[in-house]
């Protein structure tokens, strides 16, 4: 993958994530409602960012 390139000079970089992420973890009750989800529009299906509402402890 490091080495791909497009026709019009794009270069790609990569990076290896060697950390080993806990299986089975699950997320606090109300987690996912109070999560906005913005989707790209470019491979809205892989590429989208999370956005957690501020909550005040």
Not at 14 to 31: A, C, M, N, P, S
Not at 42 to 49: A, D, K
Request: charged share 20%.
């Amino acid at each position: 993958m490091a080495r791909a390139t497009t026709r019009t000079g794009l270069h790609v970089l990569t990076t290896i994530l060697d950390k080993t992420y806990q299986t089975g973890r699950k997320v606090i009750e109300g987690f996912k409602s109070n999560m906005t989800i913005v989707f790209d529009q470019f491979l809205p299906q892989w590429n989208y960012t999370a956005i957690p509402e501020l909550q005040v402890i």
